[in-house]
């Protein structure tokens, strides 16, 4: 594998409702701020790689609508879907690309328009024979899995709910954010109306309007166009069975991610996530699941996740700061979602991060997942 | 064995920047506007916020037509004729459908926009493209 | 800038699915208030919904064994927001109980109804029992949902 690296990013103001922008503008907001970024122009860009989740919007060939937004009329240009990994998928199909030798510069766009579709019907959507009948979207599906895994380790309701609040509290610090709320407290958190027991309104991410960009470039061209290239150290995915009923307690075990970490961790040379990261962006739509995946990441024992939000471990003065951006919870436009975690992770090591910025980040995780089915784990750092 | 099912979902897109002067030009004003890019000289129908070529932004905004010409044409069973219109002034086609024709329509034949009396910031805000007067169908 | 405009419209969706042979075999069952799992004949784990292959060990399946409509209510939720039901095209009345259950027999899960909506009531390890419908039209809402067993 050629050595690869972020050279750029841009993502556009994310919100309930962008109305004042088509898809197609959208996409364009957040790749033209990609380019500016890596002061690059159309012309240098070899292929395009598109993220989004085209049923939500009821849109077909996303790509071909928005492909020309993204610079990518007249050349090589796919489309990746995986639920909520569409943008870490399609994040690891450009590094691919360009870790092979075919390109040099590929453009990577994520986005999701959510206020212009029905995103919880789209997710009903499952095997028509088996569990559509009951399919309650990711609200209901996510709120099983909580169950299982509160009743495993112990985990309280105080606790997720300060995982919502440290989500909301740095996402006031990104100017992007949907949701920005610096005083938000958990007993707000608590008394949020209840969607799914025992998940409420402010455990759960929003659905936001948005786009996000990165510009990958392999090593040559990497070196010029960026004095800290964030370089790919390793990138993992890992698929599941089809049913939620195949996945044997699934936020206690996730096998989908802890495999990619596994993996991505093996490639990178990391022993203990928890002190060789110093930032880690991940891919949390629930409260809870942020705690699972401390878990499931290797940042702590099982059972141990708790308190690693209770003392503060996560938290921006933390050890190991996630999430500065305010994560998922904070903003969701799906498609993007993922290709937001990646963008800031690399905008930490490339030392952009403006107030949300962890000091002396040189290595930095990034993950992905989609709905039970798939996981992405991805590391990047300051050097090669 | 089978199993079928329907439902009905609503969606609600954005016109966005350029499409929502588009359609507003059409309502308020009965004009159509596209985009001249600066770089690659190239007028686009109908409006848009880049240049698809060169990837410039933004464009020049212009009026074009109301007359053009049909570059394909295409009828349905029920007899809408539908079309690739290239208006005067513009390099790319727009397409719409065709009205008050005489016979069948042909390529290169003249047409012009006429706009619905009721108009909503709607493309169908031109109800159809007619033959130019004088132009032979 | 003009003010933005909007284009809503409503978008009709119809499905046609053909069913696998196994689920075939399955919903055949279920109209006579029989569930049927399918066997790995590698790893042991009993199927349901019942499937040509094994995920885990690429082994095509043909073992049908027999499953109880009692089982283990091996997770819960009460859920509160308004769904679309894909499968009638109405919304789904709020609340109501959800659960995956562990049937007695099979290895994996079921997503399905629980009578049961307070979450005071509800708990993982309960036993649940199925409560079918008067009229069994071969699908698997045949079920209306699974109460708890005192
Ligand atoms: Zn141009
Ligand atoms: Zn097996």
Redesign the interface.
Known sequence: MNPVAIVGTGQTRHAR??????????V?EAA?RALEDAAIE?RDIDAVVIANMELF???AWPELWVG??A?A?GKPCVKVATGGTSGTSGCIAGIHQVASGLFDIVLVVGFE?H????TQ?GMTLTD??WDRAVASGAVGNFALSVSQYMAERGTTERQAAQVAVKARRNAARNPYAHLQMPALTVEEVLASKPLAHPLRMLDMCPQSDGACAIVVASGTRARKLNPRPAWVRAAATRHEQPFIGDIERRLATMRTLREAAREAYAGAGIGNPLKELDVAEIYEPVSYAELAWYEALGFCEEGQAGRLIEEGVTEMGGELPVNPSGGVLSTNPVGASGVIRVAEAALQIHGRGGERQVDGVRTALATGYGVYAWADAIVLADRP | ?????????????????????F???LRDERRILGARCDGCRRVFAPL???C????A?PLEEIALGPGGRVEAWTARADGTVFALVRLDGADTALLHRLVGLPGEPRRGMRVRARFAAERR??ILDIAGFEPEEGASA | ???????????????????PAA??RF??GLKERRIEALRCGGCGRRYLPPRPVCGNCHLPLADWVPVADEGRLEAWTVVHVPI?D????RMREAPYGMGLVRLDGADTTLNHFLAQSDPARLAIGQRVRAVWREQLA??IDDIRHFEVLA
């Open positions: 409702a962008r109305d004042d922008a088509s898809q197609a503008e959208l364009r033209a159309p919007e009821g849109r020309e937004a610079f009329a328009k206020s212009e579709g029905h019907t028509p024979y | 064995m089978i199993r079928e099912s329907a439902i009905r979902i609503p969606f609600r897109y954005a016109a966005g920047g350029a499409g929502s002067r359609l507003a030009a848009r916020s880049f698809s070529s060169c990837g932004s910031a709607s | 800038m003009s003010a933005p405009v909007h284009v809503a419209l409503e978008m009709d969706q119809s499905w046609r699915y053909a069913a689920m075939a919903c055949a679309l894909p499968r009638t095209g071969g699908a």
